[in-house]
């Protein structure tokens, strides 16, 4: 096993890290505060090459290997990982395309991010969160011209109110559950396509999270990915994939909390010496030592048995999940270290506990993670 970091992987994390340094760490509570991220960003995102990061070589993009995508998404997390998740969510909505399309579905996808477009994974119903198979929104084939008509409503949508194009999952039995779920493609723009609410989230705020209305929305057969029914196997496959990077978002957090709560311990005094000399305090950051660099492991493990082309399913669930944890759990005792002053806004250690704490939730929740590692290890 050798998931070492090539030369070329570090400089281009060291050119991401001095990215995320200078545009995105300074602005991260301000655009926290706003709800939205700051104007341009997107943009410089797009120029660095890390709003298409998951785009193939053959389709134009830099065809990174998953070790370096997961090195990448470390550095954004560490400077917010609400500006990581909306990144983020144009890979995890390009994989079933990648997983099922057909060339020129694989074609028309990465252009819109090939041209610094944004997308959007839409499965989530308010109906069906863990439970994909209550997918309710129902896809209607018309058999005079092929076509199908799609109705229902998604919601907690990544990128929802700014995507180019969605990856869309419906159902086409009348009887719902996992055999009748099928994905689409649906551009924006598509009639009777809108965007609902937007959502006024605990953490990860400058991403755009928002609901999404079919009202009788026509697409051409060529906009199904797979076959009817696939959806369901796609979606599976997609969020193995996406699961390590997750953990990787989540080691960025942690690191960050963790680097912000040693700089705080060895300036802060308190009985006359700084407070990392006390034992305890020790005890505390090397707990999170040990955690972040177990779950960054665990995260580079998932990435590298996946490049090789292994069944990782089991080590991708334990990465998200391991790293999602530690990320709440380093976040939380930063704060316990920092005392008041990591309860305050005056310090970025907050703001990061909030942003964790969906991190354990979305893209499979932790608990959903312990069935899947259950199930691989007695089956």
Known sequence: MDFAITEETLELQQMVREFVEKEITPYAAEMDKENHMREGLVEQAFEMGLTNIMVPEEYDGMGVDSLTIAAIYEELGKGCAGVATSFAA??????????????????????????????????????????????ATRAVKNKEDGTYTLNGSKMFITNGGEAEIFTVFANTRKTGGIRGLTAFIIPKGTPGFRVGKKEDKMGIRPSNTCELILEDVVVPESARLGREGEGFRIAMKTLDSARPFVGSISVGIAQAAMDCCIKYAKERRQFGQPIASFQLVQQMIADMGIKVETARLMVQKACWMRDQGMDFAKEAAMAKCYASDVAMQVTTDAIQVMGGYGYSKEYPVEKMMRDAKIMQIYEGTNQIQRLVIANKMLY
């Open 90 to 135: 144009n890979s995890l909505a390009t994989l079933p395309v990648l997983i099922a399309g057909t060339d020129e579905q694989k074609r028309q996808y990465c252009d819109v991010l090939n041209n610094g477009g944004l997308a959007a994974f839409a499965l989530t119903e308010p109906g069906a969160g863990s439970d994909a198979g209550s997918v």
